[in-house]
């Protein structure tokens, strides 16, 4: 037997009991006549006391030359120690060793298995395997079990069905670029690993499957944004014979359900506002609402005036910075700056100090006067003490750019509370997308979305103008989840794909099998998958997704641990039937 207990188990009751315990050695130290070891496992500490009095000097030795991370096994007898430590469950307690055995020995850990290691990133990922014995590593992989378990007790509860659906597949467009397999038995041809179980959730409805879930990896081969993983994993959701309002109570309700359970809160019903209030109000169609600063459009008030700034843009608008009038003239200075990075992109900011008197003092003071100025107050909703910092442009850029602006002060003033919850639906989101650089229209979610009731036939004269019945659940500041009612007609679909260019004979290759399954019966239905590995990290208060994520790959796409991607031999290549050009 190697363990009668865990390293967190022993309390004072246990004393004068036997017990047999194995772990890691975390630290060891030697007093000369006696030496204590710290016997490490993923629930906790204890304490083994060496001494030759009372136990023999040659185990003493023994326990001398004990290196940090080897694996032992001990038994000994539970004691109450002489001073304890009220910061561990076990510091009641010492075990005082009788027996020790050294199951493997454990090379120096490149850097220290503490809480705040002297590690750095790239070190931590190569040993990724000692980075998990840390408490915060260990402690987040738990936190997401507990999150998944919830979720599938909760799905299940409620009747949805866990199906798995296959990896090698072919294309599912979510707007990125596939991971491709190639068939050695198929020469030539290639599975593309799914960028969501879209297309088979779909057929599963077919299938009367009429409430699916699945917690499932997807693949997505898109240039690396900052804490964004090539593969990531979603809790994918499918119903039938719903409307949009069925599915926003449903994930409602999981949401929920996860807040009561993980954090112990309960949130009110949440507000849901449209796309377009979203972009309005906030500049950002995943705002966080856990404070204000909402944008106020100034161009009824600001455009009457020489300042041509304005007078030429399409729109004008601003915040209100809460406090923000004692800011000295450095530190706006540093806001312009920061807000005419390129990261941001503004050519530049006006501002507006409400002094405490009600009077105003402006970067423009030589266009406007007190009575314009108040008129922007009110618009932004600023009051005495506050900062109003106003953009202006292009209606996508500038809003981007406040929104950007917006989040980084809130950041700066503590109100992104990470122990404050604030989810909200977002609804109504256009159908299509206009890429600037091409002039075509794509999905803005994806092709199988359902256009809103009696909006089909905008899609010929003002396609950008159509609504989807898709919507997005918003948790502080990120899209947590996001879906749609989908189209369950053949003719509709096959109309959706000739918008979105593609031929009757490209379709037909890539989307026939689902067009074929719509002409067999296909129920209404929609669904939502959220980002399982965001959701953690935030239910955690942490923004970082790869911190609850065993494996991740770093930002480039690579695991360091295993050194993947990695070159294949000639032998295997011509297996697949592919030669390489580089
Ligand atoms: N497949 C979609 C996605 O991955 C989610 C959905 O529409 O249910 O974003």
Same mark, same amino acid.
Not at 427 to 454: Q, R
């Given at each position: 037997m190697y363990r009668d207990n865990t390293c967190g188990a022993l309390r004072a009751s246990d004393i004068n009991s036997a017990v047999t315990l194995s772990g890691w050695v975390h630290k060891v130290r030697d007093k000369g006549f006696v030496v204590w070891v710290d016997l490490r496992d993923r629930y906790g500490l204890t304490q083994l006391v060496f001494d030759q009095d009372r136990t023999s000097s040659e185990l003493l030795d023994k326990a001398k030359v004990l290196g940090r991370e080897s694996v032992i096994r001990i038994k000994g007898e539970i004691i109450e120690r002489a001073s304890?430590? &009220?910061?561990? &469950?076990?510091?009641?307690?010492?075990?005082?060793?009788?027996?020790?055995?050294?199951?493997?020995?454990?090379?120096?850990?490149p850097f220290t298995i503490e809480d705040d290691t002297d590690g750095g990133e790239d070190i931590r990922m190569k040993y990724r395997y000692l980075d998990i014995?840390?408490?915060?590593?260990?402690?987040?992989?738990? @936190?997401?079990?507990?999150?998944?378990?919830?979720?599938?007790?909760h799905l299940s509860?409620?009747? *949805?069905?866990?199906?798995?659906? &296959? $990896?090698?597949?072919?294309?599912?467009?979510?707007g990125a670029r596939d991971f491709v397999v190639p068939s050695r038995m198929n020469e030539g041809? *290639?599975?593309?690993?799914?960028?969501?179980?879209?297309? *088979?959730?779909?057929?599963?409805?077919?299938?009367?499957?009429?409430? $699916?879930?699945?917690?499932?990896?997807? @693949?997505?081969?898109?240039?690396?944004?900052?804490?964004?993983?090539?593969?990531?994993?979603?809790?994918?959701?499918?119903?039938?014979?719903?409307?949009?309002?069925?599915?926003?109570?449903?994930?409602?309700?999981l949401t929920k359900h996860l807040l009561k359970e993980i954090k112990g809160i309960d949130v009110e019903d949440f507000p849901r506002i449209t796309y377009d209030e979203a972009m309005k109000r906030f500049g950002n169609d995943k705002p966080d609402v856990r404070f204000g600063m909402e944008f106020g459009?100034?161009?009824?008030?600001?455009?009457?005036?020489?300042?041509?700034?304005?007078?030429?843009?399409?729109?004008?608008?601003?915040?209100?910075?809460?406090?923000?009038?004692?800011?000295?003239?450095? !530190?706006i200075d540093k806001l312009i700056d920061w807000v005419k990075r390129p990261q941001v992109g503004a050519k530049g900011m006006v501002y507006v100090k409400c002094n405490e008197d009600g009077t105003y003092k402006s970067s423009v003071d030589k266009f406007y006067?007190?009575?314009?100025?108040?008129?922007?107050? !009110?618009a932004t909703n600023a009051k005495a003490g506050d900062l109003i910092c106003v953009l202006s442009g292009t209606i996508n850029e500038t809003r981007a750019q406040l929104s950007a602006l917006r989040m980084e002060l809130a950041e700066r003033l503590g109100l992104r509370k990470p122990d404050e919850f604030a989810p909200l639906?977002?609804?109504? @989101?256009?159908?299509?997308?206009?890429?600037?650089?091409?002039?075509? $229209?794509?999905?803005?979610?994806?092709?199988?979305?359902?256009?809103?009731?009696?909006?089909?036939?905008?899609?010929?004269?003002?396609?950008?103008?159509?609504?989807?019945?898709? $919507?997005?659940l918003v948790l502080n500041g990120n899209e947590i989840g996001g879906g749609s009612i989908r189209i369950h007609d053949k003719e509709i679909q096959a109309t959706m794909f000739k918008h979105l260019g593609f031929t009757p004979e490209e379709a037909k290759a890539q989307f026939g099998f689902l067009m074929d399954a719509f002409q067999y019966g296909a129920p209404p239905h929609g669904g939502i998958a959220f980002g399982l590995d965001r959701l953690v990290a935030i239910l955690g208060g942490q923004e970082t997704i790869r911190d609850f994520i065993a494996f991740p790959k770093n930002n480039s796409g690579r695991d360091v641990m295993i050194d993947a991607p990695a070159t294949i031999d000639e032998e295997q290549l011509k297996e697949l039937h592919l030669k390489l050009d580089i």
């Open positions: 304890k430590n &009220p910061n561990i &469950p076990t510091g009641d307690i010492e075990v005082l060793v009788k027996e020790l055995e050294i199951l493997n020995d454990s090379l120096l850990p014995r840390r408490n915060p590593v260990k402690d987040n992989l738990i @936190f997401r079990h507990k999150v998944t378990m919830e979720v599938r007790k509860d409620k009747g *949805f069905i866990e199906v798995e659906t &296959p $990896y090698l597949i072919k294309s599912t467009p979510e041809q *290639f599975y593309a690993l799914p960028q969501s179980p879209q297309t *088979f959730k779909q057929l599963l409805m077919v299938g009367g499957m009429d409430k $699916y879930f699945q917690i499932v990896k997807c @693949f997505r081969d898109e240039d690396l944004r900052a804490d964004r993983q090539p593969e990531f994993t979603q809790i994918d959701c499918e119903m039938a014979f719903v409307e949009q309002e069925d599915i926003l109570n449903a994930f409602e309700g459009e100034l161009n009824a008030v600001a455009q009457h005036k020489d300042f041509n700034v304005f007078n030429s843009a399409e729109l004008v608008v601003g915040i209100a910075v809460p406090g923000g009038a004692s800011y000295t003239r450095k !530190e006067d007190q009575e314009d100025l108040a008129k922007w107050a !009110e639906w977002v609804i109504d @989101f256009p159908l299509l997308e206009l890429d600037e650089e091409t002039g075509t $229209y794509h999905a803005m979610h994806h092709p199988f979305t359902s256009p809103k009731p009696g909006q089909l036939e905008l899609l010929e004269t003002e396609p950008g103008k159509v609504k989807a019945n898709a $919507y997005d």
